[in-house]
């Protein structure tokens, strides 16, 4: 089971992001792995079930609009995705 459990804007030295937390509550997943996750053909799945692109072409797009994404061990379990967006003056003033 996912959900979206916040979507929320954040100041952070006078720039404002917009933080999206997806968490799931699933077994969780190894602190090795969390490292390992945004890697290029990384998958944790069987072979022919996966590419390991998925978090990794999503992080390139995000990092692409000057954001964050990162993963964490959720409360009780599961892993929380975690991405970071700046608003549009942040992003102007990067440009």
């Known amino acids: 089971r996912i959900c979206v459990s916040s979507i ?9 992001f ?3 937390r ?9 602190p090795g792995e969390i490292e390992k996750a945004f890697d290029p053909f990384y ?3 069987e072979t022919g079930k996966g590419t ?6 999503s992080h390139e797009i995000i990092a692409a609009h000057h954001g964050k994404m990162w993963l964490e061990k ?12 700046p ?6 003033s990067n440009e």
């Open 8 to 16: 929320s804007p954040v100041a952070d030295n006078g720039d404002t």
């Open 18 to 20: 917009v933080l999206i």
């Open 22 to 30: 997806i968490i799931d509550n699933g077994i969780g997943i190894e």
């Open 43 to 45: 998958t944790t799945k």
């Open 52 to 57: 390991g692109l998925g978090l990794f072409v």
């Open 74 to 85: 959720a409360e009780g379990g599961g892993v929380s995705l975690n991405i970071s967006l």
């Open 87 to 92: 608003g549009a003056a942040a992003v102007a």
